[in-house]
């Protein structure tokens, strides 16, 4: 149980153009997803949480309206990369909260953004 | 501020034990994750401590000391397939998990 699926696995734009990442918890409800984003060599940073059904809560220094984020139903959310620059290429993983054990997040496989 | 601090990199040999150690300055305290990342995978959950002491799991264990802001991670019986990045992690008081940078870990033959 606790499975998270992303979607692309991995993807390549141009430059200026919006990428829409999807995290799915496939067999249980996620009443909190988090988004982090990973750097070559460096860890995971947090760019943001969201929480069904609200708007989510970004961290310090993370553009809001470059980084739109749907948490729409309490198996799916969304993060769109939009108008997509080199410096945005990174690593971005999602992970879950379900309702049984408050602090344990559950990873999804991670999408590889690469923007030419 | 929220510091989560870890050696950036360690070597050691196969069948040999190592150890990581983790300190940490965070807003609250609610437990701390250890997680291996392979490189381009996303973490894989190891360990879970939010009471003081040790936590054996197989040939990985885990120790926390709260009122040191301490923790490590122990390997034993080290295999080839270890050599991963290894992320101490710490749950705040919002919930939030903060890593630390990870620490790059190669096992030698």
């Known amino acids: 149980g606790a499975v998270v699926s992303q979607h692309p696995s991995r993807v390549i734009c141009k430059s200026g153009t919006s990428v829409k990442i999807e995290c799915r918890s496939l067999d249980f409800q996620a009443t909190t997803m988090f988004w982090y984003r990973q750097f070559p060599k460096q860890s995971l940073m947090l760019m943001a949480t969201?929480?069904?059904?609200?708007?989510?809560?970004?961290e310090q220094g993370v553009e809001k309206d470059k980084f739109l984020i749907n948490h729409a139903s309490l198996t799916l959310s969304t993060l769109t990369v939009t108008s997509a620059h080199p410096e945005d290429s990174s690593f971005y993983i999602c992970?879950?909260?379900?309702?049984?054990?408050?602090?344990?997040?559950?990873f999804g496989p991670g999408t590889r953004l690469t923007v030419l | 501020g929220q510091n989560i601090d870890q050696p950036t990199e360690m070597t050691a040999t196969e069948g040999a034990i190592v150890q990581i150690n983790c300190t940490y300055q965070t807003s609250g305290f609610n437990g701390l994750f250890w997680y291996q990342q392979h490189a381009g995978e996303a973490p894989t959950f190891l360990s879970y401590?939010?009471?003081?002491g040790l936590e054996e799991k197989g040939r990985f264990s885990s120790f926390l000391s709260r009122s040191k802001g301490y923790s490590y991670l122990l390997l034993k019986e080290l295999q080839m397939k270890d050599s991963a990045s290894y992320l101490c992690?710490?749950?705040?008081?919002?919930?939030?998990?903060?890593f630390g940078q990870g620490t790059e870990l190669s096992v030698k033959p």
């Open positions: 992970s879950a909260r379900g309702t049984k054990f408050y602090n344990e997040q559950f």
């Open positions: 992690a710490v749950v705040n008081q919002g919930g939030k998990l903060i």
């Open positions: 401590n939010v009471l003081d």
């Open positions: 969201s929480n069904e059904g609200s708007k989510a809560t970004y």
